[in-house]
């Protein structure tokens, strides 16, 4: 009986080792996952607060590049309102210097109906040596010039000139 108790101690006590060297290795096995896990854990907050601090300064810069494109936006429409205020302008003038023209074919008109009927009455300006006749002031006109009627400039085979006729 005295051996079967040693066997049963002796197996009782491998057993504890064996107990003690599971425990043994589950505890280490625990704290190495645990310094491995602190480890991870402090290098995964690390790209946590890297990506979180990126992802910071690319907000600000959208919303720095959408107040850039705001103010672009705005340029644009000015620029487009003061090119429509030109082309109006330019409308503008064009009517202006329609009517205008208008206005002097008219007048130009009305002053060779008066030139036919007023023929005898009616002085030009001449020069020495040319084929047109001028009013006075014309620039094409050569030299001093001299005044006759019409009738004789016509007489003479001169034409009106395009400037001023």
Not at 72 to 85: R, T
Not at 93 to 102: G, I, R
Not at 139 to 156: V, Y
Request: hydrophobic share 30%.
């Amino acid at each position: 009986m005295n051996e079967e108790k040693e066997q049963n101690n002796g197996s009782k006590k491998k057993i504890s080792k064996e107990q003690i060297k599971t425990i043994v290795i589950a505890v280490l096995a625990v704290t190495l996952l645990g310094f491995v896990s602190s480890d991870n854990t402090q290098e995964l907050s690390n790209k946590i607060e890297n990506l979180t601090d990126s992802n910071n300064n690319l907000s600000a810069k959208i919303v720095e590049l959408n107040e850039v494109l705001d103010q672009k936006n705005k340029e644009i429409q000015n620029l487009e309102n003061a090119q429509n205020e030109i082309a109006a302008n330019n409308q503008i003038s064009q009517d202006t210097s329609s009517s205008n023209t208008l206005v002097a074919d008219s007048s130009a008109s009305q002053s060779t109906s008066n030139n036919i009927n007023d023929e005898n009455k009616q002085f030009v300006w001449v020069g020495n040596s040319g084929t047109k006749y001028h009013n006075q002031g014309c620039r094409t006109l050569k030299g001093n010039g001299h005044q006759i009627t019409l009738e004789k400039a016509l007489s003479e085979g001169r034409q009106p000139c395009k400037v001023c006729h």
